[in-house]
């Protein structure tokens, strides 16, 4: 248990670094008037995870810890719109339609309100 902690730390600062270093290459290219680092970067990473669980899971059997290490890990790090996305497809693959339709409204709502919410409160601390 304590090794898959290792793992996510480890692949986590990983990821991170790589999403800092993408985002800026980014930006030396296109315009900063809109997110473009961000959107490539959540592309990105939900191809990498689709295209990883899906080898993982249905071509080649992997270790658990190396499942940890690059999904939760690098791609936990490097965007959590990627697990965000495996999860409502998950769900839609598994005809749980209400339940990927809570999932997408709750969490691009949720994480919205949530974010205007601590700006608000932000604004008096």
Same mark, same amino acid.
Do not use: Q
């Given at each position: ?18 999403? +800092? ?5 980014? +930006? ?11 959107? %490539?970067?959540?592309?990105?990473? =939900? ?9 993982? $899971? ?13 999904? %939760? ?12 996305? +495996? $999860? ?7 005809? $749980? ?13 949720? =994480? ?14």
């Amino acid at each position: 248990m304590m090794r898959n902690y290792i793992l996510v730390f480890l692949g986590g600062g990983l990821g991170a670094s790589a999403r +800092y270093y993408l985002s800026g290459t980014v +930006y030396r290219f296109l315009p900063s008037d809109f997110p473009y680092g961000n959107l %490539i970067v959540n592309i990105t990473g =939900c191809f990498t995870i689709g295209l990883l669980m899906t080898m993982m $899971e249905e071509r080649f059997l992997s270790d658990p810890s190396l499942r940890v290490f690059l999904t %939760i890990g690098i791609l936990g790090g490097f965007t959590t719109f990627s697990s965000f996305s +495996y $999860e409502t497809v998950a769900l839609l693959r598994d005809a $749980e339609f209400l339940r990927a339709s809570l999932n997408i409204g709750a969490s691009v709502f949720g =994480c919205l309100a949530a974010t205007i919410l601590g700006m608000f409160i932000g604004r008096f601390v």
